[in-house]
């Protein structure tokens, strides 16, 4: 069973860091890709960040490029979200994603290419 566990999430004023963990089952080792997405209240899910986990190439949203890192340690089948400078318009609720083992994709930042979510994590950025 595909299992993801999101943790890091908080409160911080506008400026301030955190940094967002994704805990996987061993099932994340055979993925190609793993994604960050956020969804704010009565917004859409929006991809934020993805990881190729055979190369470890990321992709970002515009909104976050040079803010935000995403990166991996597969012998602990985790995925991180380096957070920084963050922003008010960065708040909303993080969720880690998995898509089906073996999937290949030419857009790893849309939801549709995912099907295992985890509960998500809050995050609040004041100004």
């Known amino acids: 069973q595909v299992q993801l566990v999101e943790s890091g999430g908080g409160s911080v004023q506008a400026g301030g860091s955190l940094r967002l963990s994704c805990a996987g089952s061993?099932?994340?080792?055979?993925?190609?890709?793993m994604g960050w997405f956020r969804q704010a209240p009565g917004k859409e899910r929006e991809g934020v960040a993805s990881?190729?986990?055979?190369?470890?190439?990321?992709r970002y949203v515009d909104s976050v490029k040079g803010r935000f890192t995403i990166s991996q340690d597969k012998a602990k089948n985790m995925v991180y979200l380096q957070m920084n400078s963050l922003k008010p318009e960065d708040t909303a609720k993080y969720f880690c994603a998995a898509p089906r083992a073996g999937r290949w994709t030419y857009g790893p930042l849309l939801p549709g290419e995912y099907v295992f979510w985890g509960q998500g994590t809050q995050v609040t950025v004041s100004s």
């Open positions: 061993a099932y994340t080792y055979a993925t190609n890709y």
């Open positions: 990881i190729w986990t055979t190369t470890g190439k990321s």
